[in-house]
């Protein structure tokens, strides 16, 4: 049964057209043809002949698209051998309600997630992965939900769509790898995607084990990894041991308002990152970009962007803790530039109980509108959510978070002070 989900959640991903991103592969020699179901999540599989996609190192390692993540970050989906190729299957949907307090505030119901499929094709000197992703975020309409503090999409191609989260795209990754193995610790790759995700910052922020659970989108998404939808992108890199470095020519702009369809590709900018894994428990990175006419109402403006972040993940006994630490700066050329940071940091405690934090800070130049200066916010949110297993690969959870959020003097008037947010939310892992 779960050999058939598997495939069967692959076939249909890539049948509609999208692509993945956690993924992970195998060294089928060492391994077998044996189920992965029953191997402990968060497990580094060092000496176990676990791959990952783009190298010998831990599968557990590779985040979205090809960034990374520590070796001993939970691995979650379902998994099957058949002969020499690996099928992973996983899901993550959300069914909540927001409200948002004060008069640039709201409330309404939102439904957010993923469904993810991956394959991998095994050869005797590298590998093949195909990954697919879809999300059923456009459900919610071009608006999204609302979100004090959020900015940088428009709803309509007219109107800055501020104070609300946008809803991602129905094709949210479609791609191919191919790693080449050279010795036992260096091997160079080759990824595309329609979509995929150009090597620029930590790996997405809905694929953050440090923040994973919550539904709340960050405010420093488009700081960070706002790049992780990108209409055409290719990435070629090379692995040495912990060490990677790769470049990307992708896409600059951000996707539109239509939701539901597949852009056409182009590949105008460009981004480098530099990768290293010092511990099995430390994940960082640095990365730069240039992004060619990136926001649809302001096509004249190129931006250049720079990242740096750190994600520290331990195992518990019955659980795990993973934190995060990124900083971003993005630049529209000849203007000064503007900086966020985030910290976040989830616990999962035992299966059922998982607590998870954020902060933020913002220099946003969007919310007073284009050219009504720059603001400094900042934001804070704590939830939890409790999950019951009601199948052997089925997880439902229920869970709420609280927010408040700071804005200088000039926005106090607008915002009626320092408003509050809450969330509550039900969810279904399959994994």
């Not at 080759?190 to 090597?199: S, T």
């Not at 951000?254 to 590709?265: K, L, M």
């Not at 998870?356 to 934001?379: I, M, S, T």
């Not at 008037?413 to 892992?429: D, E, H, K, Q, W």
């Amino acid at each position: 049964m779960t050999t058939f989900f598997a495939r069967a959640c692959t076939a249909l991903m890539f049948a509609s057209a999208p692509a993945f991103a956690a993924d992970e592969a195998m060294d089928h020699a060492a391994m077998g043809h044996e189920s992965m179901e029953a191997m402990p999540q968060g497990m580094a599989m060092h000496g176990m002949g676990m791959a990952g996609t783009l190298g010998s190192y831990a599968f557990t390692r590779d985040g979205t698209g090809t960034s990374w993540q520590p070796d001993t970050s939970v691995h979650m989906g379902l998994h099957e051998m058949s002969g020499d190729n690996m099928y992973m299957a996983h899901a993550r949907l959300n069914l909540g309600y927001d409200w948002q307090q004060g008069p640039r505030g709201g409330d309404g119901a939102f439904f957010s997630g993923m469904i993810m499929g991956s394959a991998r094709y095994g050869y005797e000197a590298g590998a093949l992965t195909l990954r697919a992703m879809v999300s059923p975020d456009p459900v919610m309409g071009p608006k999204g939900y609302p979100l004090l503090l959020a900015a940088g999409e428009s709803a309509d191609g007219v109107h800055l769509l501020t104070d609300r989260q946008h809803p991602h795209d129905l094709f949210m990754e479609l791609s191919a790898t191919y790693a080449h193995t050279l010795s036992k610790s260096d091997s160079v790759f080759l990824y595309a995607g329609w979509p995929g995700e150009p090597a620029f910052g930590p790996p997405a922020f809905m694929h953050r084990l440090s923040i994973m659970d919550s539904p709340e989108a960050p405010i420093t998404h488009h700081w960070l990894d706002s790049t992780h939808i990108t209409f055409g992108v290719v990435t070629g890199g090379y692995v040495h041991g912990d060490w990677k470095i790769e470049a990307s020519g992708f896409k600059g702009r951000e996707p539109d308002e239509s939701r539901w369809d597949i852009e056409p590709a182009k590949f105008d900018s460009a981004s480098v990152r530099l990768s290293w894994n010092p511990t099995e428990e430390l994940a960082l990175q640095a990365s730069w970009a240039k992004l060619t006419s990136p926001e649809a109402l302001e096509p004249q403006h190129d931006q250049k962007r720079l990242s740096a972040s750190v994600i520290y993940t331990r195992p518990l006994e019955n659980g795990w803790w993973s934190t995060t630490l990124a900083w971003g700066r993005k630049q529209i050329v000849g203007d000064g530039p503007l900086h966020a940071w985030t910290l976040e940091s989830a616990v999962k405690i035992n299966e059922p109980w998982t607590v998870f934090v954020r902060g933020e800070y913002a220099e946003n130049d969007e919310l007073n509108g284009h050219g009504g200066g720059v603001a400094e916010v900042g934001k804070a949110s704590v939830g939890a959510v409790h999950d019951w297993r009601v199948g052997p690969h089925a997880l439902l959870g229920l869970g709420a978070l609280y927010s408040r959020n700071w804005v200088p003097g000039f926005l106090k008037s607008a915002y009626g002070g320092n408003p509050g947010g809450a969330m509550v939310f039900a969810r279904l892992l399959i994994q």
